[in-house]
Every structure is written in C-alpha cells, then in structure tokens.
C-alpha cells in the first residue's frame, strides 16, 4: 500500500510539474516553451527543503556540496546494466550531470533537450549525463522519440541509492530534486544548483559556461 501511494503522490507531482509552463519561444524541432529560469539555489540534504508550486517538500541523504568528490553510487544503464558514476565514458573529462524528477513531463522534457542541444559544442568534449528515477526502459524510450544521441542516461530507480547519497531524494513523492551539477576531470564537485521551486528549470547556461572554463583550465 505504501509504494502504491508512494506512486500516486510522485505521479501526481510530475504531472502539475509539467503543466506549469506556456508559450513557444524555441526555433529548433522540439517546441521550447517560457518555463521560468531560475539563478537560485537549495541546499542538499536531510531535512532541506524544496517547493513545489510553493509547498516545501522535504530532502533525504547526505548531501552534496560544490569542493566534494563525487560520489561512489551505482546506476542502471538503459541495458540494464550496472555502472558506477565514477565510471562512466566521461571518466577522467568534465561531465555536466542534469537530475530531473521525471522525463515524462514537459519541464524535463526541456531540460534534457536543453542539454542535448543548446550546449554550444559542449558535447564533443565533456560527457552530458541525465539522472532520473523514470526506469531504463522509459529513459531509452525517451531518448529514442527525442532523437537524443549525446546524452548518458542514468537510472535511480531501484533504491534511489544516488538520490540518498546526495541527498537529492524527495521521500514523499520518491523522485529526485531538479539539479544541475558539473564535475570536473578529477571527480570534483565544481558548481551545483538546486531548483528551489521544482516547477522551474536551472540555469543550464551557467553550467555550460563553468564546464568551458574547467576545459579550457585544463
């Protein structure tokens, strides 16, 4: 009964997560829409919070911090198979890893197309990672109907081990914060957002821009 509410309470969220939005400004095939862009930022961990559509919703885990190394969890493949995040094809490059609580809703939907395409050349040099609960089986469904080829995607979905570990696991609903996260060639934690309000999207362009200054410091 628990992971049956549990389901209903995350589907219920990630549905008004992605019918927050409105009208078309992109000019590429996907249809970009005006969700709100946000320069803020929460903090990870136990008893944090995030807001949705300003409820606060509260964090689990231990949290992450810009300075830390990144963390030894283990995620599904959309092969199912298992890998290390430490060790994944951007093992020893900068990676920008974008968390999203779900695919199937319009607001990560445009993230991760976000990532995929306006990240100025970005992807012949850094790995872009996406992070999420949603099961490998939906994930390479996504990637496939989106024409998404540059991305990692990374599932959380068994026992939310990389949510838990920084501390990005919404307990309530059992989906991940939204985040944006770059790690540079030595596994190091170099710029972190958390979304405080989940309905809006992190700023994807600071990130690529941090990404390009760790590559060209290097």
Same mark, same amino acid.
């Given at each position: 009964?628990?992971?049956?509410?549990?389901?209903i309470?995350?589907?219920?969220?990630?549905?008004?997560?992605?019918?927050?939005?409105?009208a078309?400004?992109?000019?590429?095939?996907?249809?970009?829409?005006?969700y #709100?862009?946000?320069?803020?930022?929460?903090?990870?961990?136990?008893?944090?919070?995030?807001?949705?559509?300003?409820?606060?919703?509260?964090?689990?885990?231990?949290?992450?911090?810009?300075?830390?190394?990144?963390?030894?969890?283990?995620l599904?493949? #959309?092969?199912?198979s298992?890998?290390?995040?430490?060790?994944?094809?951007?093992k020893?490059?900068?990676?920008?890893?974008?968390?999203?609580?779900?695919?199937?809703t319009?607001?990560?939907?445009?993230?991760?197309?976000?990532l995929?395409?306006?990240?100025?050349?970005?992807d012949?040099?850094?790995?872009?990672v996406?992070v999420?609960?949603?099961?490998?089986?939906?994930?390479?469904?996504f990637?496939?109907?989106?024409?998404?080829a540059?991305?990692?995607?990374?599932?959380?979905?068994?026992?939310?081990?990389f949510?838990k570990?920084?501390g990005?696991?919404?307990?309530?609903?059992?989906?991940?914060?939204r985040?944006i996260?770059?790690?540079?060639?030595?596994?190091?934690?170099?710029?972190?957002?958390?979304?405080?309000?989940?309905?809006?999207?992190?700023?994807?362009d600071?990130a690529?821009?941090?990404?390009?200054?760790l590559?060209?410091?290097s």
């Amino acid at each position: 009964m628990r992971a049956a509410y549990r389901m209903i309470v995350g589907a219920t969220v990630c549905m008004a997560i992605g019918f927050a939005g409105c009208a078309s400004s992109g000019s590429s095939s996907f249809l970009y829409k005006n969700y #709100t862009v946000t320069d803020g930022s929460a903090m990870a961990g136990e008893g944090r919070t995030v807001l949705f559509k300003g409820s606060p919703l509260v964090l689990s885990g231990t949290g992450i911090k810009v300075g830390d190394a990144l963390r030894e969890v283990t995620l599904t493949q #959309t092969d199912l198979s298992p890998i290390a995040l430490t060790d994944t094809t951007g093992k020893g490059k900068v990676r920008i890893i974008s968390v999203v609580p779900s695919l199937d809703t319009p607001v990560c939907e445009q993230q991760t197309h976000y990532l995929s395409e306006k990240n100025k050349g970005l992807d012949k040099m850094v790995e872009l990672v996406t992070v999420s609960v949603d099961t490998p089986f939906a994930q390479k469904r996504f990637a496939g109907e989106a024409h998404i080829a540059n991305v990692t995607f990374l599932s959380d979905y068994k026992d939310a081990e990389f949510g838990k570990a920084y501390g990005l696991l919404l307990k309530g609903p059992h989906i991940l914060a939204r985040t944006i996260m770059v790690v540079d060639a030595h596994n190091t934690v170099r710029y972190l957002q958390i979304t405080p309000e989940l309905t809006q999207l992190p700023d994807l362009d600071k990130a690529f821009a941090v990404a390009k200054s760790l590559i060209t410091a290097s």
